[in-house]
């Protein structure tokens, strides 16, 4: 089987990549640079899709970026995904894939979504401001699929991950997600012998956060369940699967978490004068649970691989 995987580069794609590559199975796995091909371009696409004989592509390509990015550049980040979504999945279909795995976003619930969030809560409520032009494009990507498998009868399948962390993550002091800003800011004052570090807000907001290779695996588990299993769980219109683990964790129990796997022994200190955000942003993956799939990688466990990736690779992840 010849799988096209879209964003090998990325965290999640290359997770996917080296899922696929031990998992026994007779796959040829197909990847394409930015370089080599621009998914925004529409015919650039068509050519590659009708050059190669495929049977199934993971679409985990995407402009991505943090609060800062999303405000500057709204309108890249709506057109660029809109554009990379349309051109992957039409040309899918119009190359006779039949099989496809769309990658979301936890963004896509509404700001004030009841709490754990249920697929169900899709377009119930206004989105998070900040990156609400992203979270549309990911909304768009869901029904693009859903309505290509309405009118067409394919099998275009999408996955809503929870905040992911693990190789492959970026630990810029400025542009990071929290946990590796955690792990790279107590790593240095570890080395520094620092008395403190001091985080933001109150440290009570909860957030739920899965292992990359956790994120790979339930992909694949949702790409290869049987048709009439995946849709006997899901609605032609409500078709989206949440993947997480079920379980959150305050930002100051993560960060004490954080400084013991890096061996910081000074203090934890919150600054109650920064904001909090939203409290908290739990998945509900009951959806999946009943599927059959459940994660593998305790929190702990995978701060700790994380850290050993970030000593190993310091110099070239993205610092």
Avoid at 118 to 129: P, Q
Avoid at 201 to 220: I, K, N, Q, W, Y
Avoid at 229 to 257: F, R, W
Wanted: with cysteine; aromatic share 8%; hydrophobic share 40%.
């Amino acid at each position: 089987m010849r799988v096209y995987v879209a964003g090998h580069r990325g965290m999640v794609g290359g997770a996917i990549v080296r899922q696929l590559e031990k998992s026994g199975e007779p796959v040829e796995i197909v990847t394409c640079t930015h370089a080599e091909l621009d998914l925004t371009d529409q015919s650039a696409v068509r050519d590659f899709f009708a050059g190669e004989k495929l049977d199934a592509v993971v679409l985990a390509a995407a402009k991505v970026g943090g609060i800062h990015a999303n405000n500057t550049y709204p309108a890249d980040f709506i057109y660029d995904n809109l554009m990379i979504q349309a051109n992957v999945i039409h040309q899918a279909f119009a190359a006779g894939i039949t099989r496809l795995l769309f990658l979301g976003s936890s963004c896509i619930y509404p700001k004030e979504a009841p709490q754990p969030m249920a697929e169900d809560a899709l377009l119930t409520g206004g989105l998070e401001s900040t990156n609400e032009p992203y979270a549309i494009a990911k909304i768009a990507g869901i029904k693009l699929c859903e309505s290509y498998n309405r009118q067409h009868g394919t099998d275009y399948r999408s996955v809503m991950p929870t905040n992911l962390y693990g190789p492959g993550d970026n630990f810029h002091p400025e542009n990071s997600h929290v946990l590796p800003a955690l792990i790279r800011r107590f790593h240095e004052a570890a080395q520094e012998g620092s008395d403190e570090v001091v985080i933001w807000g109150t440290g009570t907001p909860r957030r739920e956060f899965l292992h990359v290779d956790d994120m790979a695996a339930a992909s694949l588990f949702v790409l290869d369940l049987p048709r009439e299993q995946y849709e006997a769980k899901t609605q032609p219109m409500l078709s989206h699967i949440n993947v997480g683990c079920g379980e959150d964790i305050s930002i100051l129990e993560l960060a004490q978490l954080v400084a013991r796997v890096t061996g910081f022994e000074g203090k934890v200190v919150t600054d109650p004068s920064r904001p909090d955000g939203t409290m908290r942003k739990l998945m509900d993956v009951s959806r999946l649970k009943d599927m059959g799939w459940a994660p593998a990688i305790g929190l702990e466990q995978g701060v700790d691989e994380t850290y050993r990736w970030f000593l190993e690779n310091v110099e070239t992840a993205r610092l």
